[in-house]
Nanobody, 120 residues
């Protein structure tokens, strides 16, 4: 199973970006999906998470500005980021807890990071 993220880039403060992350492979079921972000030399932090049923949770710093959603048939999670601020400049990583034949009790997979840079 692999996670492929896309959608990062450079945007001015107040602008918007949409990140996407798609899981691919064979014979797997995705449970929770989420987005994290990390600055160089800092710990990775949770941005938002969504359960298979659609329940969501957000970091306080992004509430009201970011929206996480998912398309289960497409095995894809999205992060709509609005009203971006310079302090949202991070490398963003998607994650998914996935159950498969090789990992019947579940395993957390990570996508490669995508850079989001917000200029002032």
């Amino acid at each position: 199973v692999q996670l492929q993220a896309s959608g990062g880039g450079l945007v001015q403060a107040g602008g918007s970006l949409r990140l996407s992350c798609t899981a691919s492979g064979m014979n797997f079921v995705i449970n929770d999906m989420g987005w994290y972000r990390q600055a160089p030399g800092k710990q990775r932090e949770l941005v938002a998470i969504i359960t298979r049923g659609g329940s969501t949770n957000y970091a306080d710093s992004v509430k009201g500005r970011f929206t996480i959603s998912r398309d289960n048939p497409k095995n894809t999670v999205y992060l709509q980021m609005d009203t971006l601020k310079p302090e949202d400049t991070y490398t963003y990583y998607c994650s998914a807890r996935i159950f498969s034949d090789n990992f019947p009790t579940g395993r957390v997979y990570w996508g490669k990071g995508t850079q989001v840079t917000v200029s002032s």
